[in-house]
């Protein structure tokens, strides 16, 4: 089945400790982003990766990484969590830039 | 710069009657745009797409919008509304040649149908 995985599907952690959010797509895309969405400001894009070792950052990149060094893997890092990274994160996968995005399931972050 | 407006935050329909989510859009270019679904603790569902091809689009579920650029519109329909629809929707832009393709989303529209 065609699809975008995300792990953990929910996750509660204290601020400051190094986490990593993974994304795999079996779709063969070229084009990978992530989002977070909050109450009252919708969906923004955090990171994206338009191929392997191509990544550029979108509207909100502050206290995250990423890396794309397969192009099934598209891993999210919070190298410090704080508490406004508390959010609703989804990683989502494209043929190629421009076209219709497919999402995963959401990873739900709490950070204390 | 681009941008998207959802005229209703929230809508509510009766069971069987239609369904109408308006959307206008801002683009310099010519956009692409989506509908995409968001049942509650779930993740984002593409509805259906317009990508410059024919103004009327068909998704799944039965849910169809219309492309008017004269309008800068892209409002979502359905003929009738099932109890199973009740959801979050999306609608979204996007620019091939504007900041990476990114996708810019409205703030959406909360539907609910009543029995």
């Known amino acids: 089945e065609a699809q975008v995985t995300q792990n953990p599907r929910y996750l509660i952690t204290v601020t400051g400790k190094k986490l990593t959010v993974t994304c795999s797509q079996n779709?063969?895309?070229?084009?990978m982003s992530w989002y977070r969405q909050d109450p009252g400001l919708g969906l923004r894009q955090i990171y994206y990766s338009m191929n392997v070792e191509v990544t550029d950052k979108g509207d909100v990149p502050e206290g995250y990484k990423v890396s794309r060094k397969e192009k099934r893997n598209f891993p999210l890092i919070l190298e410090s969590p704080s508490p406004n990274q508390t959010s609703l994160y989804f990683c989502?996968?494209?043929?190629?830039?421009?076209?219709?995005?497919?999402f995963g399931p959401g990873t739900r972050l709490t950070v204390t | 710069a681009q941008s998207v407006t959802q005229l209703d935050s929230h809508v509510s329909v009766s069971e069987g009657t239609p369904v109408l989510l308006r959307c206008n859009y801002s683009s310099s270019y010519s956009p692409s745009l989506f509908w995409y679904v968001q049942h509650p603790n779930k993740g984002l569902q593409l509805l259906l797409k317009?990508?410059?091809?024919?103004?009327l689009v068909k998704g799944i579920n039965g849910f169809e919008a219309e492309f008017k650029k004269s309008e800068t519109s892209f409002h979502l329909t359905k003929p009738s509304a099932h109890m199973s629809d009740a959801a979050e929707y999306f609608c979204?832009?996007?620019?091939?040649?504007?900041?990476?393709?990114?996708?810019?989303f409205g703030q959406g529209t909360e539907l609910s149908v009543k029995p």
């Open positions: 779709m063969n895309h070229e084009y």
């Open positions: 979204v832009v996007s620019e091939l040649w504007n900041q990476g393709g990114k996708l810019i």
């Open positions: 989502a996968s494209s043929p190629t830039t421009g076209r219709e995005q497919y």
């Open positions: 317009y990508t410059s091809a024919a103004t």
